[in-house]
Nanobody
Framework: QLKLLESGGGAVQAGGSLKLSCVVS????????LHWFRQPPGKERKEREM??????????RYADSLEGRSTISKDNVNDILYLQIDDLEFGDTGMYYC??????WGQGTQVTVSS
């Protein structure tokens, strides 16, 4: 069964950068529509918001909040999805999840932005 494992989160000062990774097992990333979602503090699972996506044709979308300061990419050889976020803001704080076809989810990695 397809499995996803995120890493790379942490506590970062505002203005800093992070690169999140999501290792995909049992399936090739080049055949999937992959998303990064953020669940802000105090919000429920159903309130997760899509922040970036890349599909099997490498079409990319970003949420307005990340447009211009983030990059989603994937390593088709090692089946890893990435999300680079620069110039981090307090509003970027939350649990970040990767999802495949919006059906398979990882356990998440926490990002906390502080002053």
């Amino acid at each position: 069964q397809l499995k996803l494992l995120e890493s790379g989160g942490g506590a970062v000062q505002a203005g800093g950068s992070l690169k999140l990774s999501c290792v995909v097992s049992e399936f090739s990333v080049d055949r999937l529509c992959l998303h990064w979602f953020r669940q802000p503090p105090g919000k429920e699972r159903k309130e997760r918001e899509m922040v970036a996506s890349i599909d099997a044709l490498n079409r990319i979308r970003y949420a307005d909040s990340l447009e211009g300061r983030s990059t989603i990419s994937k390593d088709n050889v090692n089946d890893i999805l990435y999300l680079q976020i620069d110039d981090l803001e307090f509003g970027d704080t939350g649990m970040y999840y990767c999802a495949a076809d919006v059906s398979f989810w990882g356990q998440g990695t926490q990002v906390t932005v502080s002053s």
